[in-house]
């Protein structure tokens, strides 16, 4: 069964500093990755995708992630985070498969940001 | 477009009561999915999707029941509400299922007492 492991439950940073969520899955086959936030009291909108091509995807708001295949992993980063960056992270993962429940999204557990001013 | 809207926003049940979550979708969007989201344990899908008349189980089925009659609806059913069900519940729609974005409703906030 596909797992989504993100190392951090809670990280907590001051404006300006860079940041880095940990983010591994432990599917072999191909996957489809996603980062999702989710700011206070909000629902979850996606940050950005990877299916295929250069592994280093940009997404909104200044937010990139960089797949590695051979480490199984999919960190986002940020160079210099805001303020308005403080929410919850959740990375997701689907086997890419229209098969069963592959094609379904697992979630990892999430990582709260919290920045401070 | 709305996109995903869900009703109601908050919602307390007694143990034992029933009730329904609604979510409409206005994308057209073939695939719909219910989540429950527990602090510090993330999403886990419930139940999901693929079209009008098709439905199946998710990681965590146990307690719910789901229908789809038209593409826009999805809604979750509750028969007998345990404490263990109280969480907060969202409702996702996508166009196709592995290669796109899953667009989330706002959530239902659910205590069950």
């Known amino acids: 069964a596909q797992s989504v492991s993100q190392h951090n439950h809670h990280v907590i940073l001051s404006e300006a500093a860079s940041l880095e969520l940990g983010c591994n899955y432990s599917y072999g086959g191909t996957v489809n990755l996603f980062w999702y936030v989710q700011y206070p009291g909000q629902h979850l909108q996606l940050l950005l995708k990877?299916?295929?091509?250069?592994?280093l995807v940009k997404g909104i708001k200044g937010f990139e992630a960089e797949f590695i295949k051979s480490k199984f992993s999919f960190n986002l980063r940020k160079p210099s985070v805001q303020w308005s960056d403080t929410a919850e992270y959740f990375c997701?993962?689907?086997?890419?498969?229209?098969?069963?429940?592959?094609?379904?999204?697992?979630f990892g557990k999430g990582t709260k940001l919290s920045v401070k001013p | 477009n709305a996109g995903v809207t869900q009703t109601p926003k908050f919602r307390i049940l007694k143990i034992g009561q029933s009730m329904t979550l609604q979510c409409t979708q206005d994308m057209n969007h073939n695939y719909m999915y219910w989540y429950r989201q527990d602090p510090g344990m993330g999403l886990k899908l419930i139940y999901y999707?693929?079209?009008?008349?098709?439905?199946d189980k998710g990681e965590v089925p146990n307690g719910y029941n789901v229908s789809r009659s038209t593409t826009e609806d999805f809604p979750l059913r509750l028969e007998l509400a345990a404490p263990s069900q109280t969480s907060v519940y969202f409702c996702a729609s996508s166009y196709g299922r592995a290669y796109n974005e899953q667009f989330f409703g706002p959530g239902t906030r659910l205590t069950v007492l």
């Open positions: 990877y299916f295929s091509g250069d592994p």
């Open positions: 999707s693929v079209g009008a008349g098709i439905t």
């Open positions: 997701a993962v689907n086997g890419g498969n229209y098969g069963g429940s592959q094609g379904n999204l697992i």
